[in-house]
């Protein structure tokens, strides 16, 4: 194929289109994606149509959402942030960089992108390629398990088990948390339970408070880390979680807050809320000057190249490029046995 980006005309218009190929600068490198991975989180509610962003202007220097002033600049182009390639092209000063040099890092769902040297990384040896598609959804979930502030022994509730909910129930058993892993879907709780996790609680039958207070006599969970996005597990969370506990909100939240229920447990229980956020400049206002947001999603494929994280097992359907409108119409209809969707270009 030639180049080709993924454009986005209107919510759920998706298309490939063709592009010219940018030039390549001083201190820059072309590569061919070999893999793109697409978010269920971010991507779909640019795809639905419900991100912030879309009804209204994000202003830097206030940081604050504004009134939008100005039409959505439809068509988006390239959006994406999971990839892998093959370095093609390097400018003449670039030493650390060659052509057939595997990496990984974000430039969108495109079939070729001209970056700078150093904003891609180097694929360890022997590893699959398909695994740093998880670069930066490993690196999301480490944030929130950093946030977390995690120790030894805690008990820590992990609600939500898609990719990134799953990746975090990897992450805090690494980091010697019991977990309890939180989910709807039987397959998700399966995998949870191959990564590590102490229990499972199939959230449309159990009550994950009930249980967690009934494996720590009563106190409730040390820290919960909530990664669906879903108010009704936010609210779980909080119920779940000791006095004067830590909540984790690392979901891309869509909407009104209607199930979040903020006078009741939160309030009387003195819960700590805190957002996870993977772009700012560190996981945690503590961890400022130690860890940045590359050292996370560094320290994440570290672990992914040691085989301490096998996130292989969570791609579950891989397409070719050209049917990308098909692959994001899939992870719209939430069925249970999606998790990753790669883009093979």
């Given amino acids: 194929m030639g180049n080709w980006v993924v454009s986005l005309a209107g919510p759920r218009r998706i298309s490939l289109e063709p592009c010219p190929p940018d030039p390549l600068g001083p201190g820059q490198v072309r590569v061919r994606t070999c893999y793109s991975g697409i978010s269920a989180g971010t991507e779909l509610t640019l795809y639905r149509g419900s991100n912030p962003r879309l009804s209204k202007d994000w202003d830097d220097a206030a940081r604050m959402f504004v ?23 390097v400018a003449p000063e670039v030493t650390d960089r060659h052509p057939g040099q595997l990496v990984w890092g974000i430039w969108g769902h495109r079939a070729e992108a001209v970056l700078a040297a150093d904003a891609v990384r180097a694929l360890p040896t022997g590893l699959d390629p398909l695994a740093a598609v998880f670069a930066r959804p490993g ?57 590590g996790a102490y229990s499972t609680v199939d959230a449309t039958t159990t009550s994950a408070a009930a249980v967690l207070r009934q494996a720590t006599d009563g106190r409730g969970a ?17 119920r779940s979680t000791t006095h004067a506990g830590r909540v984790v909100a690392a979901g891309f939240y869509q909407g009104q807050a209607d199930a979040l229920g903020l006078g009741e447990e939160f309030h009387h229980n003195r819960i700590q809320l805190v957002a996870a956020q993977v772009s700012g400049p560190t996981p945690a206002p503590s961890m400022a000057g130690r860890w940045s947001g590359d050292r996370v999603a560094q320290t994440f494929m570290d672990l992914v190249a040691d085989r301490s994280v ?32 790669v883009l093979r270009f």
């Fill in 67 to 89: 009134p939008r002033q100005t039409p959505v600049p439809y068509p988006l182009i390239g959006f994406g942030y999971e990839e892998v390639g093959e370095v093609i092209e």
């Fill in 139 to 195: 690196a999301i979930a480490l944030t929130a398990v950093l946030a977390g502030d995690l120790h030894l022994g805690d008990w820590v509730g992990v609600f939500g088990q898609g990719v990134i909910g799953l990746l975090a129930t990897r992450l805090a058993v690494l980091s010697g948390a019991r977990v309890v892993a939180v989910d709807p879907v039987p397959t998700r709780l399966e995998h949870a339970a191959r990564y």
């Fill in 222 to 238: 040390d820290v919960c880390l909530e990664l669906s996005g879903a108010y009704p597990a936010l609210h779980e969370a909080i």
């Fill in 310 to 341: 096998d996130p292989l097992p969570l791609v579950s359907h891989i397409v070719d490029a050209s049917a990308v409108a098909d692959a994001l119409a899939l992870l719209d209809r939430g069925a249970g046995d999606v998790l990753q969707v």
